[in-house]
């Protein structure tokens, strides 16, 4: 049984920017990265985004050569899921049985699709889009004069709409009223979803399929009002889980993520997680938070890596997200919840300026439309943490 002083279980983006952070402080340390993907680690924004305008190819996604792995001595083991982690013998089994013993690891497994439990929603084709396998696939198969359903009016549905767009008969269900009614207060969703109506997308809103069936080499999809939807293809796009399985298995403390300290450390020492599977304190807010975006993933997979190596450092670090939907584009950061008080500050309605999402009067989350390098800005608002009022608020952030 090989040994290596640190074991990275995952190969996304959080996983390879851990190699970096680890080699911050430890140059000769060996490093094992364990992916479940038969692809060294890539850019997952691309996949529903600037793939499918032409804007970069498939080559061009992958975060690093092999000669980076190569010049930091790292141990690529691709396609082999992990299996089982024993945090008392400090070893972790992949799915083919090899079993290798770590100083220290890192648990950055990510999320897996959120699969539909009505009847037909494990048919043979659908797409739970989350992969640059399910990107290819999807990507063959979509040609012109064909049609798709999508089934979600979040992130994942609306870039994917906008995205098919360009070649297919594209029709969106969602049972909410807007699109990403979690995000975009409700003029904004309504925005959004004309502009997507009047590029041709159908939109079906307040409603939600009951039952997928083959119908030919298509689908028929039946929805809880009594439409009945034909499509070549059904792609569902209803939000992730956090893959807790192994943590949760090895007995570490779970809930909605893995639970970590400020140090990025589960209940085990030798043991951290980051990315979209953390589940981390978020000094700015005051709470804990688990968060499935890019940046985040990004910093905090470096930052693992970096502590790891023994930097003890807290996580301080304030992440973003954003998102490009035809010509309507954003940045976010903090608490970007319309569960939330919301008020915004447009240059241009529902195009061009600033939503502040409040809590007993205090910014906790801030979305800029079409405004740009302001992201410091909204950070710093975030942290201060001071009683403001609307007017207060008008003209904060250009």
């Not at 090989?2 to 430890?26: H, M, N, P, Q």
């Not at 995205?163 to 959004?192: D, K, Q, Y």
């Not at 085990?268 to 589940?279: E, L, S, V």
């Not at 940046?295 to 003890?312: C, K, P, Y």
Request: net charge negative.
């Amino acid at each position: 049984m090989t040994k290596f002083d640190y074991v990275i279980v995952g190969g996304g983006l959080a996983g390879a920017s851990a190699i970096e952070g680890i080699r911050e402080r430890d140059e000769k340390g060996s490093i094992l990265l364990l992916s479940a993907e038969a692809h060294p680690p890539y850019d997952r924004p691309p996949l529903s985004k600037k793939l499918w305008f032409g804007k970069t190819r498939v080559e061009e996604i992958f975060l690093h050569d092999q000669a980076f792995y190569d010049e930091r001595g790292v141990n690529m083991l691709l396609g082999e899921k992990a299996e089982k982690l024993d945090p008392h013998e400090k070893t972790v089994a992949t799915a083919s049985g090899k079993r290798y013993l770590f100083g220290k690891l890192l648990l950055a497994t990510g999320a897996s699709p959120r699969r539909s439990d009505i009847p037909g929603g494990d048919l043979e084709g659908i797409c739970y889009f989350r992969t640059l396998d399910d990107y290819l696939r999807m990507r063959s198969d979509a040609k012109v004069d064909r049609t798709a359903l999508i089934v979600g009016g979040g992130f994942i549905g609306s870039e994917l709409a906008a995205a098919l767009n360009l070649n297919l008969e594209v029709t969106m269900i969602f049972p909410s009223l807007t699109l990403c009614r979690r995000v975009f207060p409700e003029a904004l969703g309504m925005a959004v979803q004309r502009h997507f109506q009047e590029r041709g997308i159908r939109v079906i809103h307040s409603d939600s399929p009951v039952s997928f069936s083959k119908n030919g080499g298509g689908f028929r999809t039946e929805t809880m009002s009594g439409k009945s939807i034909e499509s070549d293809l059904l792609i569902v796009g209803i939000g992730v889980d956090p893959d807790i399985g192994l943590a949760r298995d090895a007995g570490l403390e779970v809930g909605n993520g893995i639970v970590v300290n400020e140090y990025l450390e589960t209940t085990h020492p030798d043991i951290y997680a980051a990315g979209d599977n953390a589940f981390f304190p978020y000094p700015a807010l005051g709470k804990s938070m688990r968060i499935e975006h890019w940046d985040n993933a990004l910093t905090q997979g470096r930052w693992a890596g970096s502590n790891m190596a023994g930097a003890h450092e807290p996580f301080t670090y304030q992440p973003y997200f954003f998102s490009d939907l035809f010509e309507f584009g954003y940045e976010a950061t903090g608490e970007v919840d319309t569960s939330l008080e919301t008020f915004a500050d447009w240059q241009k309605e529902n195009h061009t300026g600033v939503i502040y999402y409040l809590r007993e009067g205090r910014v906790r989350g801030v979305m800029m439309c079409n405004v740009w390098d302001r992201l410091d800005a909204a950070r710093e608002l975030i942290r201060k943490g001071e009683i403001v009022t609307h007017d207060s608020l008008r003209g904060a952030i250009r």
